[in-house]
């Protein structure tokens, strides 16, 4: 991915999510503050947990909470400060690290939103998210499948989709969060023309002026003329059609067994999956903790790690902050696209 070294100050600082305070996003934000940042960002999450990340590490962090996001606080920050807009009421300093809990699960949604609308204020430039708990955020009534439908639920943004991102291959997902059972009846052409216009968007963001996209076939070989299905003809093809006569340069539906293959070879520039463990497996084989995932269609820049909240080493001293740092480099590197474009 691009070096973040290369991109021009930023007149506003990123934002970054702690996600689930009983899991690993307090402990790689730490550490990704100790090692330093290539721009200046905003943490948002419980003060406690964070507090907790920096004595059990030793890591040369100091807290700073500030009230809101403006040129005042902005001033403050300095290599080795981490600046806090906490969530409230505060987590207890006992929280009981690995496990699910509502007020965990609360913390972590209360933190997105204030995140979100920050960014709808224009107040900070990108927001970065570690990972939350779903089973935790439902305990707490909060009836959410993840980050991107809240995201788009909270922004009002009428089509998202989810793109994942390595050094490899970009998958973008037809549908997300839904049953295997429920996939076929959800694709219609209007959804893969959307997501194949998304995954043009998302390229021009990312750099690439002339997209070349591969859509994925929902069944086995494609359908095979029809021999497996009729979605690949009757939905797939003809919004693959549509696309063409747009000028966007997509093509397919190509077998899903074969074609993140070829994308990785270097043929095509994006992927368009059909639902999500098509697209997701190729992505996390090829390294979880390269994998960034990256929100299309909101009125902002949104990266996310590519890992859950490690409920089993969460509070150990040894999670990997290496996919929080390649989100945020991919925030900074859209962002210095975009400000060129």
Sequence with gaps: MPSSSMLHPLPVPLAITMGDAAGIGPEIIVKLHAKGLAQPCVVYGDLTSLQRAVTALGA?????????VDTQ???????GIMLVRPTFPALPADLPMGQVDARAGQAAYDALCMAIDDAKLKRVSAIVTAPLNKEAMHAAGIDFPGHTEILAQRTHAPHVAMMLVNDQLRVILATIHIALSRVSETITQELELRTIQLAQRACLGMGITHPRIAVAGLNPHAGENGKFGREDLDFIAPAIEQAQALGIQASGPWPGDTIFMRARRGEFDIVVAQYHDQGLIPIKYLGVDEGVNVTVGLPFVRTSVDHGTAFD????GIADPSSLETAFNLALSMLGQSRDN
């Design 60 to 68: 040369p962090v100091r807290l700073i909470a500030i009230d809101r």
């Design 73 to 79: 606080a902005f001033a403050q920050a300095a290599p």
């Design 313 to 316: 080493i969460a509070g150990k």
